[in-house]
Every structure is written in C-alpha cells, then in structure tokens.
C-alpha cells in the first residue's frame, strides 16, 4: 500500500457544485470533516502539539487519497501561475484574475471544476475542523487587494497598504535602518492558498500540521495589514525561533512595535511569530 493510501479518510467526496466563471460564495461545511478542538478541551496536550508544531499528531486532519491528486494538479498549476505573473505582482493577484490569467496561458492551464471545487471548499471550510482557531478577516474567495490602496516596498517584491501599515514600517526603518528588512508583506487570497498548499505539501497532505505554520486562505491577516519583518542577512532563519536572537527583534521589542499576532502559547492553534507586526485587532 503506498504512502496515500495511508492517508486519513476524513472527505465525504466531491458534492455536486456547479461552477460559472464567478465562483459560487456559498460556505461549505464537513468536506474536511475532522472534530472542532478547543485549547480549553485539554490545554497540556494543546500546548504541547504546538510547541511540536512540524510534527504530526494522532488527531491531525490529512487530505483522503481522492483530495489528494486534484490537491496536487491545483498547487502545480498555482506555481505556474506565480511564475507566469512575477512573485512580486503574485502577492496582491486577486482570484478572479488569477483564473482569467490561467485560462488564457496555456503555460499555466485553465483551472478545472475539481480543483476549483477544491479551492473554494478549502476556502470556506471551517478552519476550526483541523486546529486553526484564529479570526477569519476575509470572507470571500474573491475579496481584492485595490492597487489604490497600497505601495510597493523597493526592492523586495513586496506590497504594504498606504496609512498604518506603511507608516509603521517607516517609523521602523526609521530607527533601525538597514539591518531590517521587509519579509513579506501583502498577501491576497490567492498568494494565501499557495502559501498553504505548499505547507501541505511538504506535510504530506496534512491539513492541521501545515496551518499550525501558516493561515490558510482567508484567515491571514497579511490580507488586511500585517506583515514580517527580519534581520537582514539572516535568510530563513528570520522565520524561526532564532529571529529573537537578532539585533532586529531586541530592538523592535525595546520600541514596542512586537504586538504580536501570534504569541507564544496562544490559543488561537498556530506556532509563535516573533517576526509578525500587527497592525489591525
């Protein structure tokens, strides 16, 4: 038996949707059909699967095997969107003209009706069901990033919202100069689905391990303001425990601008996120 067939039967199958070129809004519920879990339920087991957050757990939610190849033709045609369109314009690319751009590339392929089943049931699936118990602040599969609203950082691919969120990023720069660096910034619903799937995929289709490390689609707040910051030089290492030994961090956290999103021991089913700068409650 191979490695899928392994993978927990937690689906009940693809349901009957019909797809127009618009995406249908209406919210699905039990495709991913795991048990909602609490941190009050058991706080010492909660704690612990968090702090093992790259881990799988005996209650992880997996992909079943049929989710699991239209999961991987929908994360490959996503890459080659990203590449068709540049990484820098990928992070505010919204839905709606995510598809249009893949239907007309054949280098990408139009999305199929499984996939775009898979895409939208992922999307508006409760979190809650594989261990994400954060706030959802995009309700839509097709909520847009306008490019009225926000600016593109020099030099590193990324997008910050004009307002709070640029401001506090200059009031930043401002005091710490070169050493910090914008690590990610804006990210539409469609950056937010590679982001995650790719988690998953390194996890080999493990729904609940991928989001205790990344938001999936439309519980990111990089949708609405947030974003990383890093020490530069110091790679992906500013994306684990060891940022907080940076210069970058000591300093960020003697202004005060560490209001984090994810502390450490939250209760909200993801790892801590000393890099993370909250800008909206």
């Not at 757990?57 to 045609?77: C, G, M, R």
């Not at 139009?110 to 049931?121: A, Q, R, S």
């Not at 960020?252 to 999103?261: A, D, I, P, T, V």
Request: aromatic residues 12%.
């Amino acid at each position: 038996m191979d490695r899928r067939s392994l993978l927990k039967v937690v689906g009940l199958g693809f349901l009957g949707l019909s797809f127009a070129q618009e995406v249908s809004s209406k919210k699905i519920q039990g495709y991913f059909a795991g048990k909602k879990t609490y941190p009050e339920d058991g706080l010492k087991d909660y704690l612990q699967k968090i702090q093992n957050f790259n881990k799988q757990h005996d209650d992880d939610v997996l992909l079943n095997t049929e989710q699991y190849s239209i999961f991987e033709s929908t994360v490959l045609k996503l890459r080659r969107l990203q590449k068709l369109v540049g990484h820098g314009n990928f992070n505010i690319l919204n839905f709606t003209d995510g598809l249009s751009f893949a239907r007309n590339y054949s280098r990408v392929g139009e999305f199929t009706k499984k996939e775009l089943k898979f895409m939208e049931m992922t999307f508006y699936e409760d979190g809650q069901l594989y261990g994400f118990l954060g706030q959802k602040p995009l309700k839509e599969i097709t909520d847009q990033v306008r490019k009225k609203d926000v600016i593109k950082i020099p030099y590193s691919g990324n997008y910050l919202y004009k307002e709070r969120s640029i401001e506090i990023y200059q009031e930043i720069k401002k005091e710490l100069g070169d050493q910090v660096i914008l690590t990610s910034g804006i990210r539409s619903v469609m950056k937010q689905f590679l982001l995650f799937l790719n988690k998953v995929q390194r996890s080999e289709g493990n729904l609940s391990l991928a989001s205790r490390s990344l938001a999936p689609p439309g519980y990111s707040f990089h949708g609405n303001g947030d974003f990383d910051v890093g020490q530069k030089g110091y790679g992906k290492l500013n994306f684990t425990g060891t940022f907080t030994e940076t210069d970058v961090y000591k300093r960020l956290s003697e202004m005060g601008y560490l209001q984090l999103r994810y502390p450490a021991d939250n209760k909200l089913g993801v790892r801590y996120e000393p890099w993370h700068i909250k800008i909206n409650t």
